[in-house]
Every structure is written in C-alpha cells, then in structure tokens.
C-alpha cells in the first residue's frame, strides 16, 4: 500500500486480520459510497473498497468503545450519577465513533484532492521546462530524465515512474498512457493526452507544448479575473459579520440595558463576541483559501 490510513487504533497489519469479519458489512457500506473505488486508486490506496469500509467500521467500534469505557470510568471518579454518567459516555463515544467512520470514508477523496493541488501546483513550471528542453532539440527521453531529477514534487515522482518503465522496454507513449490513467487531476491528464497523440501522430512536440503553455496562459489570466470578481462580495460579507454586526450588536444591548434595567455580564458578552469572532475568522480564511485559484493558476 503507497500511503498510510491515518487514525488506525492498531497497526494496519492487526486491524486487517481483524477486518476480516466485517468484510459482509463493508461490502455492504460500499453502497452509500458509490466513488470510492475510484478515489480509493486515484489517491494511491491499493485496497477494495469492501476492505476499507470494514476498516472505517472497525475504527467506529475500537473508538466507541474507548471513549464510553474511560469516560465512564472517569465520571464514576467524579461522582457523577451513573445515568447521568452512562449518557454522556455513551454520547461522546458515539460522537468520536461516528467521526472516525464518516472521516475514515471521506478520506480518499480529500487524498485525492490534496494530490491533485499538489500536482497541479507544479505543472506549469514543469511544462515549461518540457517546452525549452524540446524547443533545444534535447529528445523527449532525456527531457523526462530531467525533469524525474529535478525538485517539482510528486510530478517528479511520476517522471521517475515513466522513466524506469521506458528503461525496461515500453514506449514513451506507452509509460506516459500509465500515468496519465492513475492521475486524479483532469488538466494533468488533458496535457499528457495531447502529448501522447502528439507521439503517436509523428507531429513536432514543441509546436504541441507551445500550444500547450499559451492555453495554460489564458487559463490563468481567466482564472485570476474571476478570483477578482469573488472578492467583493466576501470583503462585503467580512465587513458585515466581522465589524458592523458585533459593534452594532454590542451598541444595541446597551441600550436595551439602559431602557429595561436588565443585568448584562458586559465582560461575558464581549468574551462570547471574541470567541465568534475567532471561529468566523478561521472559517473565512478557508473559504477564501477554497475559492484561490489553486494548483495550475
């Protein structure tokens, strides 16, 4: 297997003799998760959907246990009542239980995207590398030798993998066709298709990889205007909930304090304010992240 399974209760050899037993259920989950296979290959799992269901339904059992019985325990050493105690151990056994699975089940497709970003992220450097070194006369061999020893991430990585498969006897058509297949990022697999047809044809690689990086170009400019036009809206949306709401908000109970005589903790309140404050903060920073052209832009 090329990648690890994060959050196992045990080491991955245990849990898939364990996961034996539950490979009827897994078999069964499967069905709510109708891409997992394909993500499962794509983010470089080599594992049936079946077997990682069952995995994803072992680490809800180990976790939901784990949890009920030390929460339990520990409730009980409070003093706690023991309904009381069983509730709430029960309740956040079933909380972390039931995350681990949904995160376990979700897993590969976020893999797949992180691998995504980190492919795209260095693919316009690396077809211009592509485009000088043909654009020189240097042959599309050696080029891929270059790149599979210089510092573009995971793409060179792959470059290694078609080079060891030219050098046992494949085609470069042939060794590229492999990976393009096994590569979860659909620009990659776009430019690879038409330097596959490219070979197969006889045209000139260059005038391919020139037409290549224009497009890529264009892309780009596109990409980044319509970034642009996304900003508004949100520094609209950060200037409503970050500023004028909460000092509108804290203006308004004052008043209302003054008016009905209400008790207001103003030190709890203005903490409360804060604590909102930091996680909207946290989560408009993702958003903006998520709206970022990322990868090939």
């Known amino acids: 297997m090329k990648n690890k399974i994060p959050f196992l209760p045990l080491p991955y050899k245990m849990v898939r003799k364990i996961t034996d037993y539950f490979l009827g259920l897994g078999e069964n989950l499967t069905n709510m998760f109708p891409s997992l296979e394909y993500d499962l290959e794509q983010s470089g799992f080599e594992i049936s959907p079946r077997r990682w269901m069952s995995i994803a339904l072992f680490a809800f059992i180990s976790y939901f246990i784990l949890i009920f019985v030390i929460l339990f325990m520990v409730t009980l050493a409070a003093r706690i009542e023991i309904q009381r105690a069983l509730s709430v151990s029960l309740l956040a056994g079933l909380g972390l239980g039931l995350g681990s699975f949904l995160f376990l089940s979700f897993y590969p497709k976020l893999s797949a995207q992180k691998r995504v970003n980190r492919i795209e992220k260095s693919l316009p450097f690396m077809l211009h590398h592509i485009l000088i070194q043909v654009r020189s006369g240097v042959p599309l061999y050696d080029t891929l030798v270059s790149i599979a020893q210089s510092d ?114 103003l030190e709890l309140v203005l903490f409360g304010i804060i604590g909102v404050l930091i996680l909207f903060q946290f989560m408009f920073i993702g958003l903006i992240k998520s709206r970022r052209p990322v990868g090939i832009y």
């Open 152 to 265: 573009y991430g995971l793409l060179s990585k792959e470059m290694r993998r078609v080079v060891n498969e030219i050098n046992t006897g494949k085609s470069e058509a042939e060794a590229l066709e492999r990976i393009t297949r096994e590569t979860p990022s659909l620009f990659f697999r776009r430019v690879m298709w038409q330097m596959i047809n490219a070979l197969k044809s006889g045209a000139d690689i260059g005038t391919t990889m020139k037409e290549i990086v224009e497009n890529l170009a264009v892309e780009e400019r596109v990409a980044i205007k319509k970034y642009g036009a996304q900003l508004n809206p949100l520094a609209l949306m950060y200037m409503l909930f970050a500023i004028i709401f909460p000092t509108l908000g804290i203006t308004f109970l004052l008043v209302l304090a003054s008016f009905t005589g209400i008790a207001i903790n």
